[in-house]
């Protein structure tokens, strides 16, 4: 199962709130990965505790030689829980490894502020998730 997210709904005037950033042309990004921030606008797949800055609108084949991708950074969408532990509605939820989320640290400090659970999640599960800038 990938753990790619899945849109549920875009939100927002412009549905989504894309905005462009730089990508390497030899490395594949596909559609629905969390993306981290890098320096001088650029993104890579998110790998752990990372600075989340949006969701690939779209696949990006390795070697194709394009240089950058659209992110979503405003919408719904079913996330992956890559924790052991439980998250529950309402809860906030962060980059948890590769295309993961998991509930943020026990005394509530936003990580990486993916977003907010709109369900309960167990582990391995996909879960509905309000993702947007400034949670």
């Known amino acids: 199962m990938a753990a790619e997210a899945e849109i549920v709904e875009l939100l927002g005037k412009v549905p989504g709130r894309p905005f462009r950033v730089t990508v390497s042309n030899v490395v594949a990004v596909p559609k629905g990965s969390l993306m981290k921030a890098g320096n001088l606008r650029t993104a890579t797949i998110t790998n752990g505790d990372d600075k989340f800055i949006g969701i690939a609108a779209a696949e990006k084949v390795k070697d194709d030689g394009s240089l950058s991708l659209a992110l979503y950074t405003h919408g719904i969408f079913n996330l992956t829980n890559g924790a052991a ?25 936003l990580k990486a502020g993916v977003g907010i659970a709109l369900e ?11 993702v947007g800038s400034g949670l």
């Open 120 to 130: 309960d999640c167990a582990k391995s599960e996909k879960a509905v998730i309000l």
């Open 85 to 109: 532990a439980t998250f529950a509605a309402g809860d906030r939820v962060d980059v948890n490894g590769v295309n993961l989320v998991s509930v943020s640290d026990a005394a509530g400090v």
